[in-house]
């Protein structure tokens, strides 16, 4: 039985929506204490997630 | 920045490219948004001087943004599947046809009056969200109740969801409410006509529009009359509410008084008491938590909202400080929607009409709809964000007045604030961003203040019902998500030539010396 890829479609969006309700408030609080560092890490998963939705979606 | 034509253009890149993968190659509303959005990133930073502090802070304003849209699509989601689970959507559809079996009339009670007087009362999406599907019910296609409801309730968003974008106009204009009533009602009055007549012609074509063309002079009469005389004498919180109601009251009697269907109706009187339940009950909630001061002074305090700090481009465009947009949970539309729904499921399970397993059913059902719709309406309101802080949307609108001169300006500038509301998706959001600068540019021109932002305001409530967030939120509702792309271009061809008959009648008014 072929196993069924977990880099799909319906995941990457269930990703993404986590992504986007999650994010915003810690990558605020990143922001205003001045953590640089995570608040590039944070942004880039925003990045990552929206290039993966626009690849991986049909 | 400079403003000159290659600006213009790299400001209007991501709105460009979204039209363009959604319309040409009929992408869904979650991918086009997630590419326009890193498109957006792009240009910004590359040309508009933007930086990673204002693309983390604009991505974090957004998202109260866009929670303030979502709670409306998630809970207006959450009852119509759960009316649809019910059957109670399938027999007001049958009730409707067994009243009456011509479409115009039809197309007139639910892709008219009925999201007008709930726009009157609610708005945010809300009106295409609960009646596209009753259209369906009835026997038109989805795509046809989307352009019904979305071209049926546009004349009555500017004084709909109580006044809220008109309100949004004083405040940016500082200008007298009964100053700008009669020109904006004026012409929403006259809009409120071509759309009635628009929606039986898309019900039942041109015989449709024909057959109903007296019933919809006389309703609009009562629209257009009622709101120019409850907004003149500042009244206009239920400009749209009132005159609506009346006029849904009026067409039931000319349906029933002709009934042109002999058949006798295939539902009884309790089930169809029982399938109005939940209007009846957003109906009797929404006014309650509206109209009663106590809930909106004592539930309106739980509020959630983060304040945030001057944000700063390097070609220096400042966005001062100040709050987010707070959400008010306890008074929130989307609380309001999820309040009613809970009350129908209470009633229906004591009816034996649903059972308990069933909302862990609808629950799911709601969550998987919601998916694709969620992505799109972050990924629109974060694009929409970051153009208004990087100027991106301001070089658009002044790109657009400075081309065109005094006696061509009216005729533009209701397509000033169909853009904004297009690209914001709302018509309050419009004119916040350019109720202003329309002030000043007629005042420049020597053009009269009140008719052109009158124009911006009625522009700004064509754009809206074509702003593809609430196009996504439609297509939710009726069962077509990822075919975004193909309703958007049926209803930007009605929108677009609303704007434009909007233009005319502007130039037209202008002309006569009117205002």
């Known amino acids: 039985m072929e196993k069924k890829s977990f880099i799909n479609s319906a995941n990457i969006s269930r990703i993404s929506i986590a992504a986007d309700i999650v994010i915003p408030f810690a990558l605020y609080y990143a922001m205003i204490k001045n953590s640089d560092v995570i608040a590039w890490v944070l942004l880039g998963i925003v990045v990552i997630t929206r290039l993966a939705l626009v690849i991986t979606t049909k | 920045m400079e403003i000159n034509l290659f600006t213009w253009f790299l400001a209007a890149g991501p709105i460009i490219l979204f039209l363009v993968v959604m319309l040409g190659f009929k992408w869904g509303g979650s991918r086009a948004g997630a590419l326009s959005w890193l498109a957006t990133v792009l240009v910004a930073l590359i040309f508009f001087g933007a930086n990673f502090e204002l693309i983390a802070y604009t991505y974090s304003k957004a998202f109260f943004l866009s929670l303030d849209v979502l709670l409306i699509i998630w809970t207006a989601l959450f009852l119509f599947i759960l009316t649809e689970q019910a059957g109670t959507i399938t027999k007001i559809g049958n009730w409707l046809t067994d009243l009456t079996t011509d479409k115009a009339m039809q197309g007139i009670f639910l892709g008219w009056l009925f999201p007008s007087f709930l726009q009157g009362m609610g708005g945010f999406g809300v009106p295409v969200a609960v ?102 004498s500042g009244l206009w919180i239920i400009a749209v509410t009132v005159p609506a109601l009346v006029a849904l009251i009026v067409t039931f009697l000319i349906i029933a008084f002709r009934k042109s269907s002999k058949t006798p109706s295939r539902i009884s009187q309790k089930d169809l008491l029982l399938s109005l339940l939940p209007y009846v009950i957003l109906v009797t909630l929404t006014l309650v938590f509206n109209l009663v001061g106590w809930f909106k002074t004592t539930l309106g305090q739980v509020k959630f909202e983060l304040f945030f700090p001057e944000i700063a481009t390097s070609l220096g465009d400042v966005t001062p400080a100040g709050p987010g947009r707070a959400i008010r949970l306890l008074t929130h539309p989307g609380s309001i929607i999820f309040l009613s729904a809970m009350i129908t499921y209470l009633v229906f399970n004591a009816a034996g009409i649903l059972k308990r397993n069933d909302l862990s059913v609808i629950f799911k059902r709601t969550v998987k709809s919601s998916i694709n719709t ?142």
């Open chain 2, 131 to 232: 009646a596209a599907p009753l259209l369906v019910s009835t026997g038109f296609n989805p795509i046809q109740a989307l352009v019904m409801s979305s071209v049926g309730h546009a004349w009555g968003v500017t004084f709909g969801s109580m006044a809220s974008s008109y309100q949004s106009m004083l405040a940016v204009t500082n200008l007298p409410g009964e100053l700008l009533a009669p020109a904006t009602s004026l012409l929403l009055g006259i809009l409120a006509f071509i759309s009635g007549l628009l929606v039986t012609f898309v019900a039942d074509g041109f015989k449709g529009l024909k057959r109903a063309f007296f019933t919809t002079a006389l309703i609009s009469a009562i629209l257009a009359g009622g709101q120019y005389l409850l907004s003149s």
């Open chain 2, 374 to 515: 969620t992505i799109a309406i972050f990924t629109m309101v974060g694009i929409a964000t970051i153009m208004s802080h990087t100027k991106m949307t301001e070089i658009l609108a002044l790109g657009i007045s400075r081309a065109f001169g005094r006696s061509v300006f009216p005729l533009v500038s209701p397509f000033i604030g169909a853009l904004g509301a297009f690209i914001t998706g709302s018509n309050s959001n419009s004119n916040v961003l350019f109720a202003a600068l329309q002030m000043r540019t007629a005042e420049l021109l020597g053009l009269s203040v009140p008719l052109i932002l009158a124009a911006q305001t009625a522009g700004g409530a064509m754009g809206s019902m074509m702003a593809p967030a609430k196009v996504i939120l439609g297509c939710a509702t009726v069962g077509l998500i990822n075919k975004e792309g193909e309703v958007i271009s049926k209803i930007l061809i009605y929108g677009v030539g609303l704007v434009l008959f909007t233009g005319i009648l502007v130039m037209v008014i202008n002309r006569f010396g009117i205002f």
